[in-house]
T-cell receptor, first 114, second 120 residues
Framework: GAGVSQSPSNKVTEKGKDVELRCDPISGHTALYWYRQSLGQGLEFLIYFQGNSAPDKSGLPSDRFSAERTGGSVSTLTIQRTQQEDSAVYLC????????????FGEGSRLTVL | AQKITQTQPGMFVQEKEAVTLDCTYDTSDQSYGLFWYKQPSSGEMIFLIYQGSYDEQNATEGRYSLNFQKARKSANLVISASQLGDSAMYFCAMREGGLMFSGGYNKLIFGAGTRLAVHP
């Protein structure tokens, strides 16, 4: 498809397990974002990749969270030793570079930590 | 410090009436961009409108317009002739600064959102 693709759409895991969430951005989009949205809340910025620049990791809540982007395309968000407070929808978005570049969002990965 | 403030957690409007959703922002940059997104109950994020800090005209997109008051640092969204399908969460967002030294652009940050309910 032409949009941002995220997988899995739903993930249920046990506390302490590691999870990986995948994002496939729109082809040609140089910028890629990860946000976290808890139920009924706003979007919490996690990490931002832009082209060959060093990623902006300023939003990662702890060292259990990491993300990489391979070949300037697909990104994986990894959460190690998951905790119940990690339960949320994880949204990925991509955009063209530029100040006015609007973000195109995926449908999100809903993570539930039991 | 909170960069984007949406002071209205919830708003109600009668169908066919206009509604204004408030957004104020905080930045010391002269160049920045302001965005509004809609999130229906289905969860998808839908881009509505964009305003650049140097744009002299208020942005408009169909029934959406952005009331940009630079001196007051406000970027309120106005929805005219509300429809039942407008019921959703609405998020204001900002990207600070123009081209950075690194050659890239700054990240987009979001406000807490306003839940709009349109009544028949």
């Amino acid at each position: 498809g032409a949009g941002v693709s995220q997988s899995p759409s739903n993930k249920v895991t046990e506390k302490g397990k590691d999870v990986e969430l995948r994002c496939d951005p729109i082809s040609g989009h140089t910028a890629l974002y990860w946000y976290r949205q808890s139920l009924g809340q706003g979007l919490e910025f996690l990490i931002y990749f832009q082209g060959n620049s060093a990623p902006d990791k300023s939003g990662l809540p702890s060292d259990r969270f990491s993300a990489e982007r391979t070949g300037g395309s697909v990104s994986t968000l990894t959460i190690q030793r998951t905790q119940q407070e990690d339960s949320a929808v994880y949204l990925c978005a991509s955009s063209l570079t530029g100040e006015a570049g609007e973000l195109f969002f995926g449908e999100g990965s809903r993570l539930t930590v039991l | 410090a909170q960069k984007i403030t949406q002071t209205q957690p919830g708003m109600f409007v009668q169908e066919k009436e206009a509604v204004t959703l408030d957004c104020t922002y905080d930045t010391s940059d002269q160049s920045y961009g302001l965005f509004w997104y809609k999130q229906p109950s289905s969860g998808e994020m839908i881009f509505l409108i964009y305003q650049g800090s140097y744009d002299e005209q208020n942005a408009t997109e169909g029934r959406y317009s952005l009331n940009f008051q630079k001196a007051r640092k406000s970027a309120n969204l106005v929805i005219s002739a509300s429809q039942l399908g407008d019921s959703a969460m609405y998020f204001c967002a900002m990207r600070e600064g123009g081209l950075m030294f690194s050659g890239g652009y700054n990240k987009l940050i979001f406000g807490a959102g306003t839940r709009l309910a349109v009544h028949p």
